[in-house]
């Protein structure tokens, strides 16, 4: 049974940082791709990042190019998002998940197989 669960969300003001972290239980992390997802109120859940089973692949939505970073420590069984510049928008719940088909980094909700509970972020005006 593969199990993920995320800490380091919290409340920020716009302009702040925060950083998730997704602990995967499991010796087979280091060979799946992972995935950052969130989902705003009254709105469906979205892709952020993803990073392939090596780092080689990473990808991002438009929406947080450039403010945040995907990355993750294979012998720690942990994958990060380090999101800076928040802004009021980026509130959400933070989803991580796992593909088994670790080689890409993917998009889709349906391609990941295993889900985490989530973590609220909150950025404040």
């Known amino acids: 049974q593969v199990q993920l669960v995320e800490s380091g969300g919290g409340l920020v003001q716009a302009g702040g940082s925060l950083r998730l972290s997704c602990i995967v239980s499991?010796?087979?992390?280091?060979?799946?791709?992972m995935g950052w997802f969130r989902q705003a109120p009254g709105k469906e859940r979205e892709f952020v990042a993803a990073?392939?089973?090596?780092?080689?692949?990473?990808d991002y939505a438009d929406s947080v190019k450039g403010r945040f970073t995907i990355s993750r420590d294979n012998a720690k069984n942990t994958v990060y998002l380090q999101m800076n510049s928040l802004k009021p928008e980026d509130t959400a719940v933070y989803y991580c998940?796992?593909?088994?088909?670790?080689?890409?980094?993917?998009?889709?909700?349906?391609?990941?197989?295993?889900w985490g509970q989530g973590t609220q972020v909150t950025v404040s005006s």
């Open positions: 990073i392939n089973r090596i780092s080689y692949l990473k």
């Open positions: 499991g010796r087979t992390f280091s060979s799946y791709a």
């Open positions: 998940a796992a593909d088994s088909q670790g080689w890409a980094s993917k998009r889709l909700l349906a391609d990941y197989d295993y």
